[in-house]
């Protein structure tokens, strides 16, 4: 048993592993060895009454020993030593945070720039252990802490390093009093790194007035929901929100010109806005203006070449016109460059169906089936395309491999009793049903 006791700061810094010796005994002037792996380094102790208030009944001796840059570099951020005393021999073991190897390694920050619900959040990254740091947030005057987590999801971009969130809540009081725009300070309380910031709390604003925006939205009140987004326009004319959500709320008052000419609007401040292109699509499906889709399609084609709604557009616009081919062309050219958009095979195939060419039709299902074998409509409607082709045995045999897969889909036993309808066999209509009552929970009685 250790006749002495060891206090060891858990930090080096400045180059210094720094503690004391307790007893009841008189320790001043003792010497203290520190082993780190073959390296030993000796300090004579003095008091040094301020190390430690815990222990007032004991005489305090301190130690200071300066470690060698040479050998701080090579070690990792936490490394063990041991600790003697000259004279009577080993004292303790200890674990050290070598805080030098992380300023070395440049300790970094990343900051949201954009306040989410009075949230302010980061992550500090390096290429050493950084959990548990204490991170401090200094606001105008005032000083938030948070303790570092490990959350790899906060960025991507960095898998080299470890990555450790913080994120702290600031108050309404405090955040009502800062402008839009405003600095902030974070200081890594371990190694006393500062990164300034500049945050913008627009979003954090301007998300109360979409909430109550989206409320009149819920409750259907289209004309109260237009004017909470015409405020959200004027309040944060720099956001696409108030465009978006202004344009929904006059389609669904069938103000269809208005509507039009806010998403044109909205395009000229935010000409890659997804969503607004979306909506212009839309507003013309809704009018059924198949020319204007075929035409809305394309261009969101043009200016957002990575989202397969405007291939859909105007395919679907393209096949409402009657121009087939070139609704197939549409299509096929979304489907190359989407392979996994089941919608826009399913527009594909809507282009056999609708020209009743049930051959055509039949092979497309078939395809799909390969193609996204996880998805129903390849059997119920492969079905339906044989049975309208008169290929009933195949439309049945279809249907059970159908089941077999997905004993649970409704439509594939209505189809099942179709079929059997279209050849006027009651018979096998009245099992079928029987088989779709017992397997389809609430299922209606079919004769």
């Known amino acids: 048993m250790p006749k002495f006791q060891c206090w060891i700061d858990d930090k080096v810094e400045n180059n210094c592993i720094k503690g004391f010796l307790f007893s009841t005994d008189s320790l001043e002037h003792r010497t203290v060895v520190l082993k780190i792996g073959n390296d030993r380094f000796e300090a004579v102790c003095n008091c040094h009454r301020g190390y430690v208030s815990q222990y007032p009944e004991y005489a305090n001796h301190g130690f200071r020993i300066t470690i060698p840059s040479e050998i701080l570099e090579t070690l990792p951020s936490e490394f063990d030593i041991e600790i003697y005393?000259?004279?009577?021999?080993?004292?303790?073991?200890?674990?050290?945070?070598?805080?030098?190897?992380?300023?070395?390694?440049?300790?970094?920050?990343?900051?949201?720039?954009?306040?989410?619900?009075?949230?302010?959040?980061?992550?500090?990254?390096?290429?050493e252990n950084l959990e548990h740091h204490t991170v401090i947030i200094k606001v105008g005057d005032k000083e938030f802490e948070s303790v570092c987590n490990f959350h790899r999801n906060y960025i991507s971009?960095?898998?080299?390093?470890?990555?450790?969130?913080?994120?702290?809540?600031?108050?309404?009081?405090?955040?009502?009093?800062?402008?839009?725009?405003?600095?902030?300070?974070?200081?890594?309380?371990?190694?006393?790194?500062?990164?300034?910031?500049?945050?913008?709390?627009?979003?954090?604003?301007?998300?109360?007035?979409?909430?109550?925006?989206?409320?009149?939205?819920?409750?259907r009140d289209w004309p109260e929901a237009a004017k909470r987004w015409a405020l959200v326009r004027e309040k944060y004319p720099q956001k696409s929100h108030g465009y978006l959500g202004g344009a929904q709320a006059l389609?669904?008052?069938?103000?269809?010109?208005?509507?039009?000419?806010?998403?044109?609007?909205?395009?000229?401040?935010?000409?890659?806005?997804?969503?607004?292109?979306?909506?212009?699509?839309?507003?013309?499906?809704?009018?059924?203006?198949?020319?204007?889709?075929?035409?809305?399609?394309?261009?969101?084609?043009?200016?957002?070449?990575?989202?397969?709604?405007?291939?859909?557009?105007?395919?679907?616009?393209?096949?409402?016109?009657?121009?087939?081919?070139?609704?197939?062309?549409?299509?096929?050219?979304?489907?190359?460059?989407?392979?996994?958009?089941?919608?826009?095979?399913?527009?594909?195939?809507?282009?056999?169906?609708?020209?009743?060419?049930?051959?055509?039709?039949?092979?497309?299902?078939?395809?799909?089936?390969?193609?996204?074998?996880?998805?129903?409509?390849?059997?119920?409607?492969?079905?339906?395309?044989?049975?309208?082709?008169?290929?009933?045995?195949?439309?049945?045999?279809?249907?059970l491999e159908g089941l077999g897969r997905f004993p649970k889909e409704p439509n594939l036993y209505l189809e099942y009793i179709d079929i059997a309808r279209r050849q006027g066999n009651n018979e096998e209509i009245a099992r079928r049903g029987v088989l779709m009552q017992r397997n389809i929970s609430g299922a209606p009685e079919r004769s």
């Open 85 to 127: 005393d000259k004279i009577e021999g080993y004292i303790a073991k200890k674990t050290i945070k070598n805080i030098n190897r992380i300023k070395k390694n440049n300790l970094k920050f990343w900051v949201d720039n954009e306040i989410h619900d009075n949230v302010i959040r980061g992550f500090l990254f390096s290429t």
């Open 251 to 399: 389609k669904e008052q069938s103000a269809f010109k208005t509507a039009d000419a806010l998403v044109l609007k909205g395009l000229e401040k935010f000409p890659e806005e997804t969503g607004l292109y979306l909506e212009y699509i839309a507003i013309a499906r809704r009018q059924k203006n198949y020319e204007e889709l075929a035409r809305r399609g394309a261009l969101m084609q043009k200016k957002i070449p990575g989202h397969p709604r405007g291939y859909e557009a105007s395919g679907v616009g393209l096949r409402e016109l009657g121009k087939i081919e070139e609704s197939d062309a549409a299509l096929l050219a979304g489907l190359e460059k989407f392979p996994n958009e089941t919608d826009l095979y399913l527009e594909y195939v809507q282009n056999a169906i609708r020209q009743k060419s049930w051959p055509e039709a039949a092979k497309r299902w078939a395809l799909m089936r390969e193609k996204y074998p996880q998805d129903p409509h390849g059997y119920t409607n492969g079905a339906l395309a044989l049975k309208e082709n008169g290929e009933f045995d195949a439309a049945d045999a279809l249907v």
């Open 157 to 219: 971009q960095y898998p080299e390093y470890a990555e450790h969130g913080f994120q702290v809540n600031i108050p309404d009081d405090i955040l009502d009093k800062l402008p839009e725009k405003f600095s902030i300070e974070i200081v890594d309380k371990d190694t006393n790194t500062t990164y300034k910031s500049i945050l913008s709390q627009t979003y954090n604003k301007i998300s109360g007035l979409i909430a109550s925006a989206n409320e009149a939205m819920r409750c």
